[in-house]
């Protein structure tokens, strides 16, 4: 099973939103609703970011948002901040066989 | 609060085998599946396995099959993650998550990480 593509990195400006894709198959991300996207910070463990393809677990501020079109899903961080600056990894759930694949990561790096 | 609270660092030579724990505290333990996700240095996150604590049964992701054994102990409310043959590229961080509510597909909450190095 290959994990799912990701951007090595995205850019901005404190303020400006990015957008980070995470692109798979239809038996993965296009299958299921089941997409998930941790921030991790060097040294530590990932902290759950979406769920679901889109709900933000309470704590997580309104700025992240994600979304899913086909086989895509995406993740948006409008207003950009510098605590923000993190690696980003998407997750799906991938059938009763493969069960789960990560993406590849995304390094954010706030300008 | 639920806690995962994993085994201390570990360094071993080709060919042997390691066994990872995760002691588990702040909730029933048998009603949460349990991930474990690995993390070579300077890598991505890589998904490894699922167990069921209520009855025992797992599956492990392919990449792994053969190599890896997850069990759970009950009555200390303790996971384990055993992988065996191992090589230079099997040297990361190790981390268990839990399933984050019944039928869910993501995971919240995370053990500290255990480094194993693989080292001749």
């Known amino acids: 099973q290959s994990a799912l593509t990701q951007p090595r990195s995205v850019s901005g400006s404190p303020g400006q939103s990015v957008t980070i894709s995470c692109t798979g198959t239809?038996?993965?991300?296009?299958?299921?609703?089941?997409v998930s996207w941790y921030q991790q910070n060097p040294g530590k463990a990932p902290k759950l970011m979406i769920y679901d393809v889109t709900k933000r677990p309470s704590g997580v501020p309104d700025r992240f948002s994600g979304s899913k079109s086909g086989n895509t899903a995406s993740l948006t961080i409008s207003g950009l901040q510098a605590e923000d600056e993190a690696d980003y990894y998407c997750?799906?759930?991938?059938?009763?066989?493969?069960?789960?694949?990560f993406g590849t990561g995304t390094k954010v790096t706030v300008l | 609060q639920v806690q995962l609270v994993q085994s201390g660092a570990e360094v071993k030579k080709p060919g042997a085998s390691v066994k990872v724990s995760c002691r588990a505290s702040?909730?029933?333990?048998?009603?949460?599946?349990m991930h474990w996700v690995r993390q070579a240095p300077g890598q991505g996150l890589e998904w490894m396995g699922i167990i069921n604590p209520s009855g025992g049964s797992t599956s492990y992701a392919q990449n792994f099959q053969g190599r890896i054994t997850m069990t759970r102990d009950t009555s200390t409310s303790t996971f384990y993650m055993e992988l065996s043959s191992l090589r230079s590229d099997d040297t990361a961080v190790y981390y268990c998550?839990?399933?984050?509510?019944?039928?869910?597909?993501?995971?919240?909450?995370w053990g500290q990480g255990t480094l194993v190095t693989v080292s001749s």
């Open positions: 702040g909730y029933t333990f048998t009603t949460y599946y």
């Open positions: 997750c799906s759930y991938a059938g009763s066989y493969i069960h789960y694949v």
């Open positions: 998550t839990r399933q984050a509510e019944v039928g869910t597909y993501y995971t919240v909450n």
């Open positions: 239809s038996s993965d991300v296009g299958g299921y609703n089941y």
